[in-house]
């Protein structure tokens, strides 16, 4: 089952997490919304305070159509960060009635998005360790090395913050239940069907039916803003959109700007789907 925030009223936008999160890493940006809209952002299952064990891209795809039934808060825009971005491409090609908008930040959906650690991620052995240590520096190394940015020269200082998470503690602590055991095996699984499901991603792209947005931080050393250029002409009709002075957690870096681009989609709105 998804636990999901659900706040606001208005046009549903719906907002899904990137890779480790929950659905409160859209917190920035759910605070501009709400006034005039009805906000979604649920825990993937696998993270947060969603029950079951993670699964893939088409997976996620099918329960996101089935929550948004449930949650009588379709068509929707559907905003998908990072991973997610497969999963939001895949609920659109699946199933188009229940989106109205698809916005990709920094999203994961061509195969030059992913670079050698992605598929060094996938390998057993090999990825288990890695994950391991991917996810210690997420929770506890990366966040703490702000504090350091005080001795960093300015003209680089706003550039490596946006490369840095925020807060610790948000796996192995009050982030997620099931704490670090558990966030390691849905990242494991998730990584292996980045890499066996893209392919499948890749050729929806072509055949989406939906008006597209892609939204790239100009900082960004996670999905590249290229690897934005090239989701953006693999989208017939897609827009790109570019933040300069933002990271991969563009919610977080660029929340105004990013709210503003929400807003302006989400008053095109189809109404709710037939009951």
């Not at 009805?38 to 699964?55: C, F, M, N, Q």
């Not at 699946?94 to 598929?119: E, K, M």
Request: a positive charge; hydrophobic letters at 45%.
């Amino acid at each position: 089952m998804l636990s999901s925030i659900d706040t606001g009223t208005g046009p549903p936008v719906v907002l899904l997490h990137g890779q480790p999160g929950t659905g409160a890493s859209w917190d920035p940006v759910i605070r501009l919304l709400e006034p005039g809209h009805r906000v979604l952002a649920p825990d993937r299952i696998g993270y947060g305070s969603s029950t079951g064990e993670a699964k893939g891209l088409i997976g996620n795809a099918e329960l996101i159509a089935s929550f948004l039934e449930e949650r009588r808060a379709g068509p929707a825009t559907v905003v998908a960060h990072s991973w997610a971005g497969g999963v939001a491409v895949l609920l659109a090609h699946r199933h188009p009635r229940v989106v109205s908008n698809l916005i990709l930040v920094g999203a994961a959906c061509t195969p030059d998005s992913l670079d050698t650690i992605d598929w060094l991620l996938t390998i057993p052995g090999v990825g288990n360790a890695l994950t391991t240590a991917g996810l210690i520096a997420i929770d506890s190394v990366l966040p703490r090395m702000r504090s350091w940015l005080r001795y960093v020269p300015v003209r680089y200082r706003e550039r490596i913050a946006t490369s840095l998470p925020n807060e610790p503690g948000l796996i192995s602590g009050r982030g997620s239940s099931g704490g670090f055991a558990r966030q390691k095996r849905s990242f494991m699984t998730e990584q292996r069907a980045l890499g066996e499901e893209m392919p499948t991603v890749a050729a929806a792209l072509a055949e989406l039916q939906v008006p597209v947005v892609i939204v790239s931080g100009a900082w960004d050393l996670v999905v590249r803003p290229s690897a934005a250029a090239s989701l953006a002409r693999a989208i017939p009709g897609s827009e790109l959109i570019h933040f300069p002075r933002s990271g991969h957690f563009v919610a977080r870096d660029a929340a105004e700007e990013l709210a503003e681009v929400i807003r302006a989609r989400a008053r095109v709105h189809r109404g709710p789907m037939p009951g």
